[in-house]
């Protein structure tokens, strides 16, 4: 509400409507509403790396890979030290079955990391991709990458899931009478 309220008086201010399009986004509005505010961002500002980064996003939970290549390409270019533009582009490309590039690009995303959260994002991502795709040294590189981080920079999910990977449940017998 406070958003929409400055919006009343500052309606020519891109970063008005790029900050209400990641709103709506965050919120979980519908792909349109988020669209909308953030087309309204690019046509007062066409460099602007945060409208095509969450545009690009919103593309990619809509199931639009191709338009979230082409939006986080864009947003990387004009910000190219951005963690999570650089990071969103590597999921871009997995999405659109890009692998080797993806890989290339979310291992890339690690060197901007400003912190052990972004640090962690970017393992996890990378040991996710590695563990489907291969190689497999670099599965277990990623994974243990992560589990080496300090507590609380990743979710337990995560940990479990790279605990997981290394040791895997297996079938017990069940005991009968």
Known sequence: PYLETYGLYKKDDPLYWALLG???????????SVTAALEQALALDDELAVAYQIRGLAALDAG????????????RNLDPQSFSISLGFGLAFWAEERYDEASAQMRASADLAKSDVDLGKAYYYVAKLATEIGPVSRAKQ???YLLDLPEGAVPEAWLLEAELYFNP?????????
């Open 142 to 144: 990623y994974w243990n």
């Open 22 to 32: 990641r709103a709506y986004y965050e919120r979980g509005d519908d792909y349109d």
């Open 169 to 177: 449940l297996t079938a017990t017998a069940t005991p009968t009478a």
């Open 64 to 75: 639009d890979g191709k338009q979230a290549l082409n939006d986080l390409y864009l947003a």
